[in-house]
């Protein structure tokens, strides 16, 4: 196989493309006092735990809230701080380590803002996982091509007779307008899957002891792929979201690290 790129946390944005900044919060200032009891009220209203504590006009801590009270404050210490340029693929890994977390965002040494888990279902957020999961179905696909030795007649063992004859009408179709490709152009992301679980050279390649294991990991990224494609609805509705997510995109990076590793290249 070819060299491919390697593929790791670093696909996708950056903090700062989802920070809320800093204007837009919601403060518990220690100096002035009268303000803490609407800004309590505020933060019940829209669901917010974590605001940031003002001093002097500066942020110097983190308060958390429950209820109508402030039962926590933190002082500004490295574990409530994240660089803006930090990968959201990375902060997304940090938030299922610290599930119960916000981070203040630092850039050029200045506080611009704060992140919550709410914030990865912003656009940048959603396209970064989308990109990991191209990236790696393009990976997919090229070690399926490889591994069936371009051979279109090959495919055929590998799908339902109903999947084969959908692609094949796609490209009967492309014909027409002149634009006709290899069939292994015109398969659906479901079918590398398929393909991948039943061939047992793709499996081995993976890393898969069986099929079963191996449609199990498909199954659960095409799921979080179709949860990222549509925008009407919530890629995080809970905390415990976070942590099949970080799931999800570090077997991705396993597996787009096992297809492009130079060891498995020359075993192919």
């Known amino acids: 196989m070819q060299a491919r790129p390697i593929i790791d946390r670093s696909v996708g944005y950056s903090v700062r493309e989802i920070v809320t900044p800093k204007d837009q919060l919601v403060y518990w200032s220690l100096d002035e006092v009268e303000t803490q009891k609407a800004a309590i009220e505020q933060a019940a209203q829209a669901k917010i735990t974590y605001l940031p504590i003002k001093s002097n006009g500066k942020i110097v801590g983190i308060a958390r809230r429950e209820g109508q009270d402030i039962i926590e404050q933190h002082s500004l210490m490295a574990e409530w701080l994240i660089a803006a340029d930090t990968p959201i693929l990375h902060l997304i890994a940090l938030f299922a380590q610290n599930a119960d977390r916000v981070f203040l965002v630092l850039q050029s040494s200045e506080i611009i803002g704060l992140v919550a888990p709410s914030d990865l279902n912003k656009i940048p957020a959603r396209a970064s996982i989308y990109l990991l999961t191209a990236q790696f179905e393009d990976l997919l696909a090229n070690l399926i091509r490889e591994k069936l030795e371009h051979e279109e007649s090959n495919l055929q ?80 509705t809970s905390r415990t979201d976070l942590a099949s997510i970080d799931r999800a995109c570090e077997t991705m990076i396993h597996l787009c690290a096992k297809i492009t590793s130079p060891e498995q290249q020359n075993n192919s």
């Open 157 to 236: 063992a590998l799908l339902s007779p109903e999947n084969f004859r959908k692609i094949s009408d796609e490209r009967s179709r492309a014909n027409e307008e002149d634009v006709s490709l290899n069939l292994f152009h015109y398969l659906y992301f479901a079918d590398l899957h398929t393909i991948a679980a039943k061939h047992s050279d793709c499996r081995e390649h993976l890393g898969f002891k069986s099929r079963k294991q191996a449609q199990q990991a498909f199954d659960f990224m095409a799921e979080l792929r179709n949860r990222v494609s549509h925008l009407t609805g919530l890629l995080i």
